[in-house]
């Protein structure tokens, strides 16, 4: 169960590690929203990001957040947590190269994805929403939602994938700060698939938090 006492001592460790690590303010805010997307990716991925602004004293940064909408290759605003508990806003383009899955052929509508449907390619995520990417089992099984063409990148919003988490599903619970993370366990209120933001409860607390799918019966506390 996630205690005050946890969160207080992760607020107080994290500063004395990121000034140990000697990066400026464009380094510690790039090392927080790398480790956002690379846990929103949810895959092995290559990302880069490039700060293109920051608000005054942004050193500290321990976690990222990406406003909604945030695609690959373009810039975008990121609301960044520092350690004092103030909150800023930075401006970054993020780039990151991932294997995922596409069309090996025009797919109908409704149609089931089949293994020898799907294809898997390496190569940049420019021009996609900041988004997970789909594992074979996410994917093998789903329906399309619309007709799909060859070669399209095949995303959760194009087909529909069973839920991996349902209503009344026990799950981790994930609190992150930068590096640092607190875990606990719950239970989900809603379903949904990975990447999806649900609402979960805590062990003997009444009200829901809401949290996003990182992997099945695992979600991210949403701050």
């Known amino acids: ?18 000034a140990t690590a000697g990066l400026d303010d464009a380094g510690t805010v790039r090392a927080a929203i790398a480790s956002s997307v690379s846990s929103r990716l949810g895959a092995e991925a290559r990302v880069t990001v490039d700060v293109l602004h920051t608000a ?11 406003l909604p909408g945030t695609r690959f290759g373009v810039p975008a605003q990121f609301l960044l947590t ?7 806003s930075a401006v970054a383009k ?11 052929r025009d797919l109908a509508r409704d149609e089931e994805l089949t293994a020898d449907v799907v294809a898997w390619v390496d190569g940049p995520l420019d021009g996609q929403l900041l988004a997970s990417v789909p594992t074979a089992a996410q994917v093998v099984g789903a329906r399309a939602r619309r ?15 069973p839920p991996v988490v349902r209503a009344g599903d026990p799950v981790t619970l994930v609190i992150r700060l ?6 606990g366990t719950g239970r989900a209120v809603s379903s949904g698939s990975v990447g999806d933001v649900i609402r979960v ?12 799918i990182t992997e099945p019966a695992v979600v991210e506390i949403l701050r």
């Open 1 to 18: 169960m996630f205690t005050r006492l946890r969160l207080c001592i992760l607020v107080l460790v994290l500063p004395a590690t990121v």
């Open 56 to 66: 005054p004293n942004s050193n500290g940064a321990i976690a990222a957040a990406a």
């Open 82 to 88: 520092l350690a004092d508990g103030r909150r800023v």
């Open 94 to 104: 993020v780039t990151a190269d991932a294997r995922r899955p596409v069309a090996a």
């Open 147 to 161: 007709a799909i063409a060859r070669g399209e990148v095949i995303s959760p919003a194009i087909v529909k994938v």
């Open 178 to 183: 930068g590096v640092m993370e607190v875990r």
């Open 201 to 212: 409860l805590r062990p003997s607390h009444r009200e829901p938090l809401r949290g996003r």
